[in-house]
């Protein structure tokens, strides 16, 4: 698990903790003649659901079988509620031990990388491949910078490059060598792109496209 995952999950068990605690306020209250419920108390139970909701934010729309329920309009403060809160927060607990939950930040970025490759391709479809190439590479930089941010991994420079990035994680036997020198070169042909190399040829360019495609697909 990673250490983001860690953390998800180190918030979300801090409100489970918190929920139980909001469940021994509870008093029986009666409602009318014939009936009575529990009900907790209002301040802790507010203070607790907006922590929830919080965590809904943060999970995005992976939070969206348990938004009802942490979230939803009609909250009341009696203790089946609360019960069923902290079952769906033992839930989330559950699926992001196992890696089944993907993070809101991860799938926009996912799809960010996906618009930027798209833009790159017809560039380079319509001539402009220098254009292409710097869309490229600027993918390519911004993977191994997550890759480096989700294995903790810290490369050994104030503003680290393409080149030290790949080195911090062929170091760390993130990927073989095979996959460091092939960055290598996808990193050579992004440079040479970014400085308007006018020798740099379009197949270069979609040689770059390929090899990105398949490493983004692979990590």
Not at 58 to 86: I, R, W, Y
Not at 97 to 124: C, H, K, P, T, W
Request: charged residues 20%; contains cysteine; hydrophobic residues 40%.
């Amino acid at each position: 698990m990673t250490q983001s995952n860690d953390t998800l999950n180190a918030f979300v068990r801090e409100l489970i903790a918190e929920g139980e605690s909001v469940s021994k306020t509870a008093v029986k209250v009666q409602t009318s003649s014939f009936t009575s419920d529990w009900f907790v108390d209002l301040q802790q139970f507010h203070k607790w659901r907006t922590s929830c909701k919080l965590l809904l934010s943060q999970l995005g729309q992976s939070a969206q079988p348990s938004s009802e329920n942490l979230g939803g309009k009609n909250a009341k403060t009696n203790l089946a509620n609360v019960k069923v809160m902290l079952g769906a927060l033992q839930s989330i607990s559950e699926n992001v031990v196992a890696g089944r939950l993907a993070r809101f930040e991860d799938i926009v970025v996912a799809e960010a990388f996906s618009n930027l490759m798209e833009q790159g391709q017809y560039l380079l479809e319509k001539g402009y491949h220098l254009a292409a190439g710097v869309l490229f590479r600027a993918v390519l930089e911004e993977k191994l910078r997550r890759l480096c941010d989700t294995n903790g991994i810290i490369p050994n420079k104030e503003r680290p490059t393409i080149s030290d990035f790949n080195q911090a994680l062929y170091k760390a036997t993130s990927y073989d060598k095979i996959t460091f020198k092939n960055i290598e070169a996808m990193a050579t042909t992004g440079n040479e792109a970014a400085h308007t190399n006018e020798r740099l040829q379009a197949a270069d360019v979609a040689r770059l496209h390929s090899n990105l495609l398949d490493f983004l697909q692979r990590n």
